[in-house]
């Protein structure tokens, strides 16, 4: 079904529907509550849930769908990397600084309120404080949040800090490249390129980890941020391969990565009550197929980019899968998608105003092709 209605509405139709089915140890949700977005890195569609993808990462080619609904035209927005997380995070487009990573960790230099838009106009990696992220917006609702960053911290002469770690301003950044001991990237924190976030220094500290947290984290409902951002290292992100540790890495990194999280995050009462796992990519492989800079929704160029895809419109398509007790088991959804697509569709389930492009006019959120489990239905 490819037209939707709203978010919204959906929920709201959906609560006063029947019975609702216990979702949790004695509890009743209807619809998710807390969300895990599990990022990997730099995958095309065709690679990793096209034919034949599953000889080399089975468990995210066959086993993940199987759990929920993939979402075969979800799409990335840019290329290449550090444009794509904070599209999830805060809905900025691309700048020439983000789109080509931020080697040098550069204050903003442009406008530093946001347009109608919701738009900044400049260059730069640290957006002024004006410009929020979802972050911002669950903690100023009171809701708990939390990104879980693999390896950070490992190496301080090398990331800085234990949390919250980033280089110093207009500073190189020294996580560009793996080491045999930390992994850790900054371009894949995006809470880390927003002063809204890094200059409250004994905030971001509480609220940016490394991923072990998350272990003692999902025991109890009471402790499980509502909203999680997951960022595994270089090598189990798929990002490299050949790993400076010597592991593996790509493909069979991010099949080993999810095998281990995927579970132990299901099997968490949060998850368990009104749980949501996004797991998706950056962004696509920047090679020649016009597939792989392709985008989707009628994106917007913003102000700072010719083209967000570098040599095309967008950044790739990449796919999405989600779980969740609201969503049927091996569905498949073919309603195009992309970063902001799911930054909306989040800031819908907890009732948040759009940021930067998530509030683009006629950009549809996750509808009843996603959520097709929604009690009363």
């Given at each position: ?11 709201g139709?959906?609560?006063?529907g ?68 904070i ?13 080509t ?45 939390k ?8 190496d ?26 930390d ?36 025991l ?102 989600l ?55």
């Amino acid at each position: 079904m490819k037209a939707l209605l709203p978010l919204l509405l959906i929920l709201g139709l959906a609560a006063c529907g029947g019975s609702e089915p216990a979702t949790g140890a004695g509890s009743k949700a209807s619809k998710p509550g807390h969300v895990f977005i599990i990022v990997l890195e730099n995958k095309s569609y065709a690679d990793t849930f096209g034919a034949g993808a599953d000889s080399a990462a089975p468990y995210l080619a066959s086993e993940l769908p199987k759990l929920g609904v993939l979402l075969s035209q979800y799409h990335g927005t840019g290329h290449v990397s550090l444009d794509n997380y904070i599209s999830m995070v805060g809905g900025q487009s691309p700048n020439t600084a983000t789109a080509t990573d931020c080697l040098a960790y550069l204050d903003w230099v442009g406008t530093t309120t946001p347009d109608a838009n919701g738009q900044v106009t400049g260059f730069g990696c640290v957006y002024p404080p004006a410009i929020k992220t979802i972050a911002n917006q669950l903690q100023d609702k009171g809701l708990s949040w939390k990104g879980y960053m693999q390896d950070m911290g490992f190496d301080l002469a090398r990331d800085g800090s234990a949390t919250c770690s980033h280089p110093k301003l207009n500073a190189q950044d020294g996580t560009q490249s793996a080491t045999a001991s930390d992994q850790y990237a900054t371009r894949h924190n995006p809470f880390m390129y927003f002063h809204s976030i890094i200059d409250d220094q004994a905030n971001c500290d509480a609220h940016v980890v490394e991923l072990a947290a998350l272990k003692a984290d999902l025991l109890k409902e009471a402790t499980t941020p509502r909203y999680a951002f997951i960022t595994p290292n270089l090598c189990a992100d798929g990002h490299d391969s050949g790993c400076a540790n010597g592991d593996p890495g790509g493909l069979v990194g991010i099949d080993d990565f999810l095998k281990e999280w995927v579970p132990r995050i299901m099997a968490s009462p949060a998850y368990q009550k009104d749980g949501l796992i996004l797991v998706t990519f950056d962004e696509a492989n920047l090679g020649a197929n016009t597939e792989d800079a392709a985008a989707c929704c009628n994106e917007p160029r913003g102000p700072n980019s010719v083209l967000p895809g570098l040599f095309g419109p967008g950044g790739g398509r990449i796919g999405a899968v989600l779980i969740s007790p609201f969503i049927k088991p091996g569905t498949l959804s073919e309603v195009p998608y992309n970063h902001y697509s799911m930054l909306k569709s989040i800031e819908d389930l907890f009732g948040l105003p759009y940021l930067g492009h998530a509030g683009q006019a006629g950009l549809a959120p996750f509808g009843t092709d996603v959520y097709s489990n929604l009690p009363g239905a």
